[in-house]
């Protein structure tokens, strides 16, 4: 193992396990190779310093992104997408709803989605256990395969040719459908800007639709830019999974990258290979060439310089200013650059001028560069496109709008330190994302710039520079990997195939080199030490190894010009040092010879005298053997008849037994038999027994089970008609007002219940006081006990003046001991009751001093109680503080991410609008609405009629015109017509003087986006959560407008398309009044809508008190989409009114 451990540690079991992953989604079948690397890697393993691993980082370059949708014949796409295809039948990917790979169209390309000898689906699972290993949840593995599902039915979309030079999909297409499912995409959204195009402009912002061919292009751009983002997420978050915080004592880097390649029709890919490629022969070359010559000089050696071939002109023919790359990138930047425009810079700068650059003879879109391996020749056909790796930023902002984490998280904006800035409209690709109020951010100046990122090819050379900088650091070693043959075939070799890659990899210059100057050396000590063996002993000087060495080389090499002397080497020409060694092998075998003679003969000689004493030896045992052998035959004739003697008596006692055994084993048989027969007879009776009682009970759970169903088909009937009749109520409520006051009651009594969640804690913290109280009366209990103390100390004091009164006495005593005698017993007595006393009071103190230690202990022993009690509440309310304070920043970080998500749908549906109301988009539209009134014609004019003759039949008949005359029929209905159009314009402009008047007494609102510093101080202003249930209605709201939006957008096509039919249908009958009144019906119904809409809104805004605290900016900003969508559906209605005046004014 490496690092020396002698069991795999978990970093290595990682480090290993990244290698299924890469090759999962960045390997793939090629002609010459069933698992080719079509990236570039470099990983460095770290070691401590104790040559452990302690982690790794791993570095990609140059994803083959265009195999994600196309392979050439006999060719795969990557493993990932035929291990999905092979384990399809895996429950967790039944949503995915996968085909077999020939069904997508992204992986049938190749014609051949199997490689012999690999199980993709076993593939697929140590792929998932891999991702485990690195620390890849089983959910973010389930998104990634998700995410990989979503770009297969993305390949099988079909974008199809309209009218003009415009393109569809298929409402039927249901891969779009599943693709903007799996993705969490607004399918609407896709449908539209994947066959169209934002232009952005001075002042205004043009949408184009696009042509399939155009279209196809976008779609498999961004398919290609999805699995390259996929890509990247995986081995970042590989890297992270290997990455080390121990400090790196020593690495090593191995660099697995593709080697020289050259097609029939080569493009950008093989370009920057083969760019990489020459970069990596020129570090070969300084490494190889360069270095041994210095090291000729060094030693002092007669050397004539070989000439080898230098690639730098053709590196500097790639990089440098004005060559192939720069020519590119600034291609790359013109409005017009074309991949022509470039060709043709390229023959006016390098053709014939540049010794590495050529032009074929019969094409005017190719160009040829003299690599070091060989002449190849590139399709100067999609370079632009390739190098700019440019996806429409529309489709960027409908990904980011994603409801999946993960997909929003794969195209945010990273800050990227190489960033160039362009002029605006220099490209019309913006890969930057638009400001959220629309149409603000699309009005640029000219003069004003724009941050683009960097092209593919200043990515790769900046890639590569780090690259060369990290190898001239170190000490390389190179592997060159030689395949025998294209075929795939076992024992093949292929002679002319295998010299191409040697001529490729630069080998064989290697070998001339080595062929023309010394390519094996020693050092003086070495060469003696393994040479020693050809010096005789006089020409031994140890004091000078030189000496030595020539003494010895002189002897055995005539010619001189087969070898060099250095200052610290001897250099030999190729063959020399073989020369050296068989001399060396036949000295060897010369001395071997000897040496083994001699130790033959010692061998045999001993051999012999090994012999003679085990002959003498063999000879004493012979004479012994015979004299034991004859003792025991004497001892064995003995012993014969006293055996016999014991055998007859032994078997004569066995058969006895035997005998006597079978009579008592045939006895206990017998009577084992008829106690059996007994006992299964009382068995059987008593089995009858039990099943007859199982009988009967199963025939009565029958019929049990019989009259429970039907009460419970009787109960289901009845329940069933209750429910009815609720459902009906709930019916009604859910359609009445007060259902939304009672669903305002029940947020009302949420909040009731968080308040006495509330209150149930500050009861606790009561009870925390309350035990605060009682520890502060456990303390004034013992003041108590220190202040019994206190009658200790008056006792003592007592003591000492009854000692004081004896001291007097005694002294009376003395005084009068004479005169009174008969005192003294009174004084012995008096005595007796002291000591008495004194005896009391010394246990009455010990006694009390014990009760004042056992309170103490207690005190003691009730605070800590108490303490580690309050301490533990505490710590218990700290780390539930702190558990809701990290689930209020997961709650946090979810609003925001949601916020940033809607902000992004918001400048989606505004960019719709935009395109809506642009002419262009109007355009657009009205060409859609005329294909589909051509294919709907027919059909509405029978429905027309149809409708028309029916209400006839129901409504009183009009009057009928005389002779074909219908000119007073019409002139009354257009009277009435404009009647009602007057009237509708004053309701129009009362509506809009009260919306005049609403909007100069709230405040405007804000044009900035809500940033996380807003959003945590719109926090902090909540008091019970009103703006939070302001936003959520709002946001229903917004949502409902949508739809309400979607109908009458719908039903003005209708109109319109009923308008184009009557124009075009000659109407000779009085139904033309009728269908008058149809239209008239339809305003009417559009005017109730709108009132619908706006008494909804006046109840969200009853229901929630706006006077109280400030409004929010997010509540703003709802409040302004909503009136964004009020103006919408008023625009809806202004152009139905004009389509109504326009259809009287062609009457």
Known sequence: ?????????????????????????????????????????????????????????????????????????????????????????????????????????????????????????????????????????????????????????????????????????????????????????????????????????????????????????????????????????????????????????????????????????????????????????????????????????????????????????????????????????????????????????????????????????????????????????????????????????????????????????????????????????SHPTQPLRSNPKGSKSTKKTVGSQQVTKATVGDQFRDSLFMLMNTLNATTPHYIRCIKPNDLKEAFEFDPRRAVEQLRA????????????????????????????????????????????????????????????????????????????????????????????????????????????????????????????????????????????????????????????????????????????????????????VVIQRFARGWLARVRYRRVIRGIIKLQGHYRRRKAKKELKKLKIEAKSVDHIKNVNKGLENKIIQLQQQLDVRKQEMNAVKQQEGEMEKMKIELEKLRGSSGQVEKSSNKITELLAEIKALKIELEREQIEKQDLIAEKELMRKDKAEIANKLTEENNKLSADLELAKTQLDEQEKELADMVKAKVEAAKKQLLSELDSEREHHQKLVKEHARLQQRLENLHGEMEYLTSPQGHKLLCLLMRRRRKRKMKKRIKDMVQRSQRRRRKAPAPPLPVNGETKDIDVGLLLKLQNRVKDLEKEKAEMQKEIDTSEEQKPPPSSDVITDSAFNALKKQLVNADDVQLVIKLQKRVKDLELTKSRLRSELDERDDDDDELTKFQITTPEFAYNNLKMQELENENDKLKREVGKLMQAITDSTDFTQQEVSPSGKELMDQFEAMNDELERLSNCAQDNLFNLQSNK
């Open 1 to 425: 193992m490496v690092g020396g451990s002698q069991a795999e540690t978990q970093v290595e079991k990682r480090v290993l396990a990244s290698n299924p992953i890469m090759e999962a989604i960045g390997n793939a079948k090629t002609t010459r190779n069933d698992n080719s690397s079509r990236f570039g890697k470099y990983i460095e393993l770290s070691f401590n310093k104790k040559n452990e691993i302690i982690g790794a980082h791993m570095r990609t370059y140059l994803l083959e992104k265009s195999r994600v949708v196309y392979q050439a014949s006999d060719e795969r796409n990557y493993h990932i997408f035929y291990q999905m295809c092979a384990s399809s039948d895996l429950p967790e990917f039944k949503k995915f709803q996968l085909m077999a790979a020939g069904d997508f169209f992204y992986t049938a390309h190749g014609g051949d989605p199997v490689i012999n000898g690999v199980d993709d689906a076993d593939d697929l699972s140590d792929t998932r256990d891999a991702l485990l290993l690195l620390g890849i949840s089983a959910k973010d593995q389930m998104m990634i395969f998700q995410i990989l599902a979503a770009i297969l039915h993305f390949g099988n979309v079909r974008i199809k040719e309209a009218e003009g030079e415009t393109s569809e999909i298929s409402a039927k297409d249901k891969n779009l459908l599943l693709m903007c499912q799996l993705l969490g995409i607004e399918e609407s959204q896709m449908r539209m800007w994947l066959c169209n195009r934002k232009f952005t402009t001075v002042g205004e912002v043009l949408t184009k639709p696009l042509t399939a061919e155009q279209a196809s292009n976008a779609q498999d751009a961004l398919a290609k830019h999805i699995y390259a983002k996929m890509f990247d997420w995986i081995v970042e978050k590989v890297n992270l999974s290997l990455h080390s915080t121990t400090k790196q004592h020593r690495f090593i880097g191995v660099l697995d990258i593709y080697g020289f390649e050259t097609f029939e029709i080569n493009s950008f890919e093989q370009f920057c290979i083969n760019y990489a490629n020459e970069k990596l022969q020129q570090i070969f070359n300084s490494h190889v060439f360069k270095l041994e010559q210095e090291e000729y000089v060094k030693e002092a050696i007669e050397w004539s310089f070989i000439d080898f071939y230098d690639n730098q002109p053709c590196i500097d023919l790639i990089e440098s200013k004005l060559g192939i790359l720069d020519l590119l990138d600034e291609e790359c930047k013109m409005p017009k650059g074309s991949d022509k425009n470039w060709c043709q810079k390229l023959y006016d700068k390098h053709y014939n001028k540049a010794h590495h650059f050529d032009k074929p003879r019969m094409s005017n879109m190719a160009f040829i560069i003299h690599h070091f391996a060989d002449k190849v020749t590139y399709q100067a056909d999609g370079f632009l496109e390739k190098n700019r790796d440019t996806v429409l930023e529309d489709h960027i902002n409908i990904l980011r709008a994603s409801e999946f984490a993960l997909v929003a998280e794969l195209f945010e904006d990273k800050p990227d330190p190489n960033e160039k800035k362009q002029r605006a409209g």
């Open 505 to 688: 990899c630069g080998v064989l210059e290697t070998i001339r080199i080595s062929a023309a100057g010394y390519p094996s050396r020693w050092t003086y000590s070495e060469f003696f030490q393994r040479y020693r063996v050809l010096a005789r002993s006089k020409d031994i000087d140890r004091a000078n190894p030189r000496k030595t060495c020539e003494n010895v080389l002189v002897s055995v090499i005539q010619d001189p010009d087969k070898y060099r002397f250095g200052k610290t080497k001897i250099f030999f020409r190729a063959g020399q040092v073989a020369y050296l060694e068989k001399l060396r092998s036949d000295k060897l075998r010369s001395c071997g010879i000897m040496i083994q003679k001699h130790v033959k003969g010692w061998l045999e000689r001993k051999r012999y005298r090994k012999i003679t004493k085990s002959i003498t030896l063999l000879q004493k045992y012979g004479r012994g053997l015979l004299a034991r052998r004859y003792a025991r035959y004497l001892r064995e004739t003995w012993a014969a008849k006293t055996i016999q003697k014991r055998w007859k008596g032994y078997k004569a006692r066995s058969h006895y037994n035997h005998v006597r055994n079978a009579v008592l084993i045939l006895q206990a048989s017998i009577r084992g038999f008829f106690g059996r027969r007994e006992f299964e007879k009382a068995l059987h009776t008593h089995r009858a």
